[in-house]
């Protein structure tokens, strides 16, 4: 059965690098057929997608945050990272990876998220 | 703002109907398929339909997906106090080359 672990500081201060892991198990992040995703929920608000790695090299980023946020793979550890810099209290969030189909077809894209981490708070403050 | 639009809130009456509407513009619904999500309070979001109206295996047939131009709907039927939660409508959007959510809607079963 596959399963997403988020893992990483709980707390950051303003201007710093926001650095998080998902492990992934059950599957392989290797396996060509899916990629994998981060997508954040601040406090009390909606979802909010930030970016998806395909086999630790394609990268795809929400243009709101392309400038600040690499996303990156260790297939070793079947591990991918979320790194997100100068980061300021509006990034103070839950953050999720999940595994993410993307579906290429003539009638256009489907995609979707079919397996999610349990989510983990950040919190952006001096 | 969220790129697409739905309702904040509605509610319905145990054992009816309900459908939350999800509208978007050409670049995403209208030429890309719909994905709809549950998020129950406190909880990770959760897969209820793709492809616009396909069920994941484990998800009840009270629940159904449809599309119409640039817009969608997710309809509920025989609602359940178990089916309170935020819903989410996602789509690609070709002009971003990216995902985008819409703001959620939070159904209460009165």
């Known amino acids: 059965q596959l399963q997403l672990q988020e893992s990483g500081p709980g707390l950051v201060k303003p201007s710093e690098t926001l650095s998080l892991t998902c492990t992934v198990s059950?599957?392989?992040?290797?396996?060509?057929?899916?990629?994998w995703g981060w997508i954040r929920q601040p406090p009390g608000k909606g979802l909010e997608w930030i970016g998806t790695i395909f086999y630790s090299e394609n990268t795809y980023y929400n243009p709101s945050l392309k400038t600040r946020v690499t996303i990156s793979g260790d297939t070793s550890k079947n591990q991918f990272f979320l790194n997100l810099n100068s980061v300021t209290a509006a990034d103070t969030a839950v953050y999720y990876c999940?595994?993410?189909?993307?579906?290429?077809?003539?009638?256009?894209?489907?995609?979707?998220?079919?397996?999610w981490g349990q989510g983990t708070l950040v919190t952006v403050s001096s | 703002q969220s790129v697409l639009a739905q309702p904040p809130s509605v509610s319905e009456a145990p054992r009816q109907r309900v459908t939350i509407s999800c509208s978007g513009s050409?670049?995403?619904?209208?030429?890309?398929?719909v994905t709809w999500y549950q998020q129950l309070p406190g909880k990770a979001p959760k897969l209820l339909l793709y492809?616009?109206?396909l069920l994941p295996s484990g998800v009840s047939d009270r629940f159904s997906g449809s599309k119409s131009g640039t817009s969608a709907s997710l309809g509920i039927t025989t609602l359940q106090s178990e089916d309170e939660a935020v819903y989410y409508c996602a789509a690609w959007d070709d002009s971003l080359n990216g995902v985008v959510f819409g703001g959620g809607t939070n159904l209460a079963v009165l």
């Open positions: 050409s670049s995403n619904i209208g030429n890309n398929a």
């Open positions: 059950g599957g392989s992040i290797s396996n060509n057929s899916y990629y």
């Open positions: 492809y616009d109206d």
């Open positions: 999940a595994r993410h189909a993307v579906i290429s077809m003539i009638r256009g894209v489907s995609n979707w998220f079919d397996t």
